[in-house]
């Protein structure tokens, strides 16, 4: 008796690492209306006759930069001379700040003009997720998180649903609309909207991708480069960065494939050479 009690508890914890579960909280879909009315705004902007003379538009963002770490913002402690001269050119808000306080949901609003609690973006979309609840008790309790804390709600989404993760179709992009005006569109280096078949940047408006696609990636391919000396905090995050590499959302893409780059990634993003030969096609 006592060894069949035994035999069912191991089946059941064998049952929890490979069953998935999916929670209904997660469920995406997409409204066919908002679609068709999207399809119609970009059909009606691109056949409307274009100008033969447009401005170059060059938006630039800096991941996890605070107001106070710009000197045009009164920072004394750092000096940032030429974000200050874009400031003393062009404009500089001095009542707007950001929509979120972390990186994906603050881009779907850049992107969409939005605020993202208005279509569902108002968290990360994680690199994993647990498929059952062991999975998910064990990376909730486990010491290696250190200072990192476990505070959400179990959930398990499916593959397709992870999939659909980032900015819903139906929303109209700043990419699209200049694409539908007959603008090439790029984004080079982060994106972290999302890196299913229908959210990959090709697919939400860019001609032209070069970067990565998840939270983060190495900017030398390996710890130990030769000319540079890196360094690995004493951090849950920090170490799962390095042991992720450039694998996965971290690998280094250009129009969806996969490439090696050699170079330290700020340089690479900085030599646009591939991008100059894409503008003048």
């Known amino acids: 008796m006592l060894k069949n009690f035994f035999l069912s508890i191991l089946f059941l914890l064998a049952a929890g690492c490979t069953i998935k579960t999916t929670s209904r909280q997660l469920k995406i879909r997409w409204d066919k209306e908002k679609l068709a009315r999207k ?21 630039i963002m800096a991941d996890d930069l605070g107001k106070y770490e710009v000197s045009a913002y009164g920072a004394t402690h750092i000096q940032t001379p030429n974000i200050d001269q874009l400031a003393a050119e062009g404009v500089l808000f001095q009542n707007a700040y950001v929509t979120a306080p972390i990186c994906s949901p603050s881009r ?86 999302g890196n299913g078949k229908t959210q990959i940047p090709n697919k939400r408006g860019f001609n032209y991708q070069y970067g990565f696609y998840g939270a983060f990636s190495l900017y030398t391919p390996s710890q130990k ?57």
């Open 39 to 59: 399809e119609s705004l970009l059909d009606s902007i691109r056949n409307q006759p274009t100008s033969v003379s447009r401005p170059n538009i060059v938006l």
């Open 108 to 193: 779907a609003a850049i992107l969409t003009g939005k605020y993202q609690q208005r279509y569902g973006f108002e968290s990360q979309p994680m690199e994993f997720y647990p498929s059952n609840f062991l999975e998910y008790s064990t990376g909730k309790n486990a010491s290696f998180l250190g200072d990192w804390k476990v505070v959400t709600r179990a959930n398990y989404p499916a593959e397709w649903e992870i999939a659909k993760q980032g900015i819903p179709l139906p929303e109209v992009n700043l990419a699209e609309l200049m694409r539908a005006s007959g603008y090439k569109t790029a984004i080079i280096g982060k994106w972290h909207l």
């Open 225 to 281: 480069t030769e000319g540079f000396q890196n360094f690995i905090q004493d951090d849950f995050s920090a170490r799962f960065q390095w042991d992720m590499k450039r694998r996965s959302t971290a690998a280094i893409r250009k129009n969806n494939r996969v490439v090696r780059e050699d170079k330290y990634l700020t340089f690479a993003i900085f030599d646009l050479g591939n991008f100059q030969r894409f503008l003048s096609d």
